[in-house]
């Protein structure tokens, strides 16, 4: 779906994707359309990204949405030994580098029992005392981790992305 799509979709049937960051249910200041279409210049919506997160955000055309996923959040499951190589500490949604061990993963991840689309942990930060400085540090590593991927030679985007 393309992001301004996602956007008038958020706003007329999902309202709680859209971030509250005065709410005080944490879960509502961490809504993903954080960007407002409903002008020529998208303006950010206040969130856990900031201006510099803005090139990479809305570099591309669309959203990634699933209704398929595993979310662990707090309660993460250790990988095997032979899926290691997958684990990465930067985003790497471009990188075709995990092809080969897509059906062993499929397997572990379905030998696991878990519900998909059922979060089995609450999000990390859900014990910081400091929510606002964690989104500001976040919103910099996350500019850093993106920066990063902007520039690694070994994953290609294509149009199977």
């Known amino acids: 779906m393309k992001m301004e799509e996602y956007d008038e979709l958020t706003r007329s049937e999902f309202p709680d994707k859209i971030p509250q960051m005065e709410s005080a249910d944490r879960r509502r200041r961490c809504g993903d359309s954080i960007y407002d279409f409903s002008t020529p210049i998208p303006s950010l919506r206040p969130s856990v990204h900031n201006e510099k997160n803005r090139r990479t955000d809305l570099g591309g055309e669309y959203v990634l949405l699933s209704n398929h996923f595993f979310y662990f959040g707090d309660q993460p499951v250790a990988l095997p030994e032979e899926l290691q190589a997958i684990a990465q500490q930067q985003q790497g949604h471009r990188s075709h ?11 572990w991840i379905e030998s696991l029992k878990c519900p998909s689309t059922v979060p089995i942990g609450n999000p990390q930060w859900w014990s910081l005392s400091d929510f606002q400085a964690s989104c500001d540090a976040c919103a910099t590593g996350r500019w850093q981790e993106d920066e990063a991927d902007l520039v690694e030679p070994e994953a290609p985007c294509s149009n199977s992305c």
Not at 97 to 107: E, Q
Request: net charge neutral; glycine share 0%; proline share 9%.
């Open 97 to 107: 580098l995990n092809v080969p061990y897509f059906d062993a993963f499929v397997r």
